[in-house]
């Protein structure tokens, strides 16, 4: 199991790269008081979390940015 498989059974880490995810709720605030509630998320971050974390585990604020590409 990689380092990322591993942590992403952890709630409070993101199942796409393993860091901290800073969800509010598994820290135990408000939901309102999250960073996702302020930012937008990417449709295909969303979509590259993995059909077993959906659901289950927040991705960090790094991974819901939109990927830019250089023109």
């Known amino acids: 199991?990689?380092?990322?498989?591993?942590?992403?059974?952890?709630?409070?880490?993101?199942?796409?790269c393993g860091q901290a995810n800073?969800?509010?709720?598994v820290a135990g605030y408000?939901?309102?008081?999250?960073?996702?509630?302020?930012?937008s998320i990417s449709p295909e971050a969303?979509?590259?979390v993995p059909d077993e974390q959906q659901g289950k585990s927040c991705?960090?604020?790094q991974c819901a940015r939109p990927v830019t590409t250089s023109a």
């Open 22 to 25: 800073e969800c509010a709720i």
């Open 59 to 61: 991705i960090c604020p």
């Open 1 to 16: 199991m990689s380092p990322v498989e591993h942590e992403a059974s952890d709630t409070s880490h993101c199942p796409l």
């Open 46 to 48: 969303l979509a590259r």
């Open 30 to 39: 408000p939901p309102e008081s999250c960073w996702c509630m302020k930012e």
